[in-house]
DNA sequence: GCCGAACCGTACCGTACAGTACGGCTTAGC
DNA sequence: GCTAAGCCGTACTGTACGGTACGGTTCGGC
């Protein structure tokens, strides 16, 4: 990669305004799928030159790598404050986890994101389906974690192993809505469908989990 | 799509040995991944020429469609025999169910193949991604969902949709795995692994769902 | 042994696309 | 107002790859 590029090697680099909008340009995109994503189309959508393009990400692989990184730092939502931690409380945290990431895997950004992730983690070289996997599921699971090690602490919650229980919580919640989508599937999912999902999941977690309230 | 390529149109029509051959190289080639799979280097591997993969399969797309379809077709198990279900048959025949599926998924053929249909489910035009969900997650829910509704019959299980009821049971099994698999994390998970991840979606399972034996 | 069909290997064509070069425009600094 | 930097638009290059054409070989039918 040549130097010129470095800006944008690391994850901590904000992209300029303008180089966000160059992004955000890739996000459509990719959205709006079809025809495969190619430099052309970007240069003609952003309205910029082709050469900008290679001066500011390198190379396409640079392009798509900034395009995830980008998108990435657009979901990160706020820390939960998890103090006077009771079973309605922790329920509402689940249920919250669990919509906010069925809302993500089910958005159309989400699912073509993840499409050129996996179809780019085929071919090595670079590592986006590592980034979309840090920003995804590690990431929601380091959100998910201290709940449940909250819930545990408070008595409300029985586990030996955080990330067992924390997949267990995955699973429940995603079931098979992302391969589904991934794959094509033309899932239909409101708003409403999340809410109950998500509600229902949590259910099963604290069947499963849950201690009896004394 | 010509007319002579239409001898593989059809789910039903089964290739000729060596037609098999040259969609097992093709599968070897995915598996080995890196290197993008042309026609070039399936006429290579295969030793044909790219006359006759043209004559055969059409395009590059029945090309890649004949594949999914020969490899779905060897996955295809037995039915299983539903008479005189107790609980520990009815946890075996769960058990079982669990483990072939992880194991499936957890394959480096699965893991390409996916990989495939994913990227070209995005790019409209034909159905990759329908053939793989018809042959993995819907087959298996065509399998395991009798299971489960004998498990009622039998009084070991309690609930009122059968797709939800499997559907719970598919996040159990699956959890965060495929996921992680497509996108390229090294996931170590070997027989003994995939036996006790399926023993304990199992006991999941049926701690939602089981009706406390009488 | 002869014929035709199927098929292999190779050479070939057209195109799409990554990456480069360059002329002209805009803007900032002085 | 002049210069220089940054960038847009467009034109260009090289190449990889999908798809086609064709001569040579094998093989089954007669």
Wanted: glycine letters at 8%.
């Amino acid at each position: 990669m040549s130097a010129s590029a470095a800006i944008l090697d690391t994850p901590s680099e904000t992209p300029s305004l303008r180089q966000q909008a160059v992004l955000d340009a890739v996000l459509s995109l990719i959205v709006e799928g079809g025809d495969p994503l190619t430099m052309d189309a970007v240069a003609r959508r952003a309205s910029c030159s082709k050469e900008t393009l290679y001066k500011w990400f390198g190379d396409r692989d640079g392009l798509l790598t900034a395009t995830v990184r980008w998108q990435a730092s657009r979901v990160h939502a706020g820390r939960t404050e998890i103090d006077a931690l009771d079973a309605a409380t922790l329920r509402k945290n689940l249920r919250d986890f669990a919509e906010s990431w069925l809302s993500v895997i089910a958005s159309p950004t989400s699912v073509a994101l993840n499409r050129i992730a996996v179809a780019h983690a085929g071919s090595r070289k670079s590592n986006l389906g590592a980034i979309v996997l840090a920003n995804g599921r590690f990431a929601i699971g380091e959100r998910v974690k201290p709940v449940l090690e909250a819930g545990r602490a408070a008595g409300l919650l029985a586990f030996d192993d955080t990330e067992a229980a924390f997949r267990t919580f995955f699973g429940l919640v995603g079931r098979d809505i992302q391969i589904r989508l991934l794959l094509g599937d033309a899932l239909p999912l409101d708003a409403a469908d999340i809410g109950r999902e998500a509600a229902h999941a949590v259910a099963q977690f604290l069947a499963l989990y849950g201690r009896a309230t004394p």
